[in-house]
């Protein structure tokens, strides 16, 4: 498994506007890597998960690539990506599982039916094997099978969800804001199946949240995002332990610290994210930014490469990234 996202630019066109979700984006990731996308809300973090996915609404325009396996996923038409990609090679665990099933058909007969629809080997028999397998992995008891969606409670919902985006054992797994509608229980040991049963086994996973904290526990790769601009991005263990960007920074230290006994003092980011129907000159985090220097209002940072990471502060210097 091969992603490259390149030059990935995302607006939505509302009246005679726009809004301008994602500007100008490049990553990369290899089979086994797991990268967290965080970012505040309205960042640009779904859009970048449903131009993956090919599930972008009508009212988006876009340039640039999304390379899958060599294959630009953007270019293809939504046919071959459905019948070639969509659940075989790339799915979602979307944030509210409510939404992914029909509520008046069983749990068992709505995953055989997406797994006889995407794979013409696979018979109900067949079918059926798998997903109790996956049942029992995801410590779901074999009765939901026979269970209306509405009969589970919320965490064995999206459990279940977790076992829909496995079925077909694909090689990219995109998890946006699983946990949102759990309560912390059921968010520890979901976020635990993600990466026992995506990260541990080599499968490569997008992991989109705002709580930076649960980024330290699944993503090899972090990748902040701010008005669509990427921040930061590379190792996480570099970046939670040294951030280099002053958005990252102020993401982290928005979080409370409570290793090795040491509880920090929990700062929030003043101010609010820029308004994305305006032209942004400049670096987008400036208004917001305690260290912007004259500069950073009228010339937009590179993305920089620094110590393991790529950064993209006028302040942080590094090798140029040559994309
Ligand atoms: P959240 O954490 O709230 O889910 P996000 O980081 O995932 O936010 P997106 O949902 O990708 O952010 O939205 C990015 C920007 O695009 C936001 O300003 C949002 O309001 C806008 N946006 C998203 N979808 C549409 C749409 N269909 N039409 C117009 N604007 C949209
Ligand atoms: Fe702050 Fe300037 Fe760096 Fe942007 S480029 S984060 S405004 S110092």
């Known amino acids: 498994?091969?992603?490259?996202?390149?030059?990935?630019?995302i607006s939505y066109k509302i009246g005679k506007g726009s809004i301008r979700a994602i500007n100008r984006v490049y990553f990369q990731l290899e089979k086994g890597d797991?990268?967290?996308?965080?970012g505040e809300t309205g960042s640009g973090k779904?859009?970048?998960?449903?131009?993956?996915?090919?599930?972008?609404?009508?009212?988006?325009?876009y340039s640039g690539s999304i390379f899958f396996n060599n294959k630009d996923i953007l270019k293809m038409?939504?046919?071959?990506?459905?019948?070639?990609?969509?659940?075989?090679?790339?799915?979602?665990?979307p944030q509210y599982s409510m939404n992914a099933f029909n509520p008046i058909k069983r749990v068992g007969e709505q995953l055989v039916k997406i797994m006889m629809e995407n794979d013409s080997?696979?018979?109900?028999?067949?079918?059926?094997?798998?997903?109790?397998?996956?049942?029992?992995?995801?410590?779901?008891?074999?009765?939901?099978?026979?269970?209306?969606?509405?009969e589970l409670s919320g965490g064995q919902?999206?459990?279940?969800?977790?076992?829909?985006?496995?079925?077909?054992?694909?090689?990219?797994?995109?998890?946006d804001e699983p946990t949102t509608a759990l309560d912390v229980i059921n968010?520890?040991?979901?976020?635990?199946?993600?990466?026992?049963?995506?990260?541990?086994?080599?499968?490569?996973?997008?992991?989109?949240?705002?709580?930076?904290?649960?980024?330290?526990?699944?993503?090899?790769?972090?990748?902040?995002?701010y008005a669509g601009e990427i921040m930061e991005f590379g190792d996480s263990r570099k970046i939670f332990k040294e951030p280099l960007h002053p958005y990252s920074k102020g993401l982290l230290s928005s979080v409370p610290d409570i290793r090795f006994g040491k509880v920090k003092k929990v700062h929030y980011i003043p101010g609010d994210?820029?308004?994305?129907?305006?032209?942004?000159?400049?670096?987008?985090?400036?208004?917001r930014c305690s260290i912007a220097k004259d500069i950073c209002k009228v010339e937009k940072p590179k993305l920089r490469y620094v110590d393991g990471r790529y950064v993209a502060c006028h302040l942080v210097g590094g090798e140029e990234n040559g994309q």
């Open 1 to 9: 498994m091969s992603l490259q996202v390149r030059d990935l630019n």
């Open 34 to 38: 797991s990268l967290g996308v965080i």
């Open 46 to 61: 779904t859009t970048i998960a449903n131009a993956i996915m090919r599930a972008l609404p009508e009212n988006a325009e």
């Open 77 to 93: 038409d939504q046919e071959t990506y459905r019948k070639e990609i969509r659940w075989k090679k790339i799915s979602i665990i």
């Open 121 to 150: 080997n696979i018979d109900t028999s067949k079918a059926s094997e798998r997903i109790f397998y996956l049942f029992n992995q995801l410590s779901l008891p074999p009765e939901i099978y026979k269970k209306l969606p509405d």
């Open 157 to 175: 919902r999206q459990r279940v969800v977790i076992a829909s985006a496995l079925l077909l054992d694909p090689e990219l797994v995109i998890a």
């Open 187 to 225: 968010q520890a040991r979901v976020i635990s199946l993600i990466k026992r049963e995506i990260v541990d086994k080599q499968k490569t996973l997008i992991y989109i949240t705002h709580d930076i904290a649960v980024v330290a526990g699944v993503a090899k790769k972090v990748l902040t995002l």
């Open 273 to 287: 994210p820029p308004d994305l129907s305006k032209e942004i000159k400049g670096c987008p985090f400036a208004p």
